[in-house]
């Protein structure tokens, strides 16, 4: 397979799955492997596919079908890893699933994060690099 580098007018042309920095800075969230974190932001990506089908309950709250075959598929993981980051992601309240019956997938609801005050994980130290003094030789 050759390396082909994008061009000037194709830089844009791919869409991207963002993940929360907070999932990385939240000592609430440390312990959710990096298969679970990818998980949650396909999982909120999958909200516009939600919005678009109207999947949306009497209480006005979005949901998800997606199934964990589908999850495994999309991010190439075993079932028993797919089965371990939806349980972690279940654990710290970032997803609710609703049973249907048997043979059917559950409805997903995807939980918002639960914000801390993100001043003592993300401002920078007093020695950053830029503010060092440096001698001369």
Not at 25 to 32: C, E, G, M, S
Not at 70 to 79: F, R, W
Not at 91 to 116: A, S, T
Request: glycine share 2%; proline share 2%.
């Amino acid at each position: 397979m050759d390396f082909i580098p994008y061009k000037i007018n194709e830089y844009l042309e791919n869409v991207f799955y963002q993940i929360p920095k907070e999932l990385f800075v939240n000592p609430y969230y440390r312990n959710l492997n990096s298969d679970s974190k990818l998980l949650y932001s396909l999982l909120l990506d999958r909200l516009s596919v939600s919005m678009k089908n109207e999947w949306i309950d009497e209480e006005g709250n979005i949901f998800l079908i997606f199934s964990r075959k589908e999850a495994g598929e999309k991010l190439n993981l075993s079932d028993k890893t797919v089965t371990k980051a939806f349980r972690q992601l279940t654990d710290v309240k970032l997803i609710y699933e609703k049973k249907q019956g048997f043979k059917k997938n559950n409805i997903i609801y995807v939980g918002k994060i639960n914000h801390i005050s993100t001043e003592k994980f993300m401002s920078r130290k007093t020695y950053d690099s830029r503010n060092r003094k440096t001698t001369s030789q």
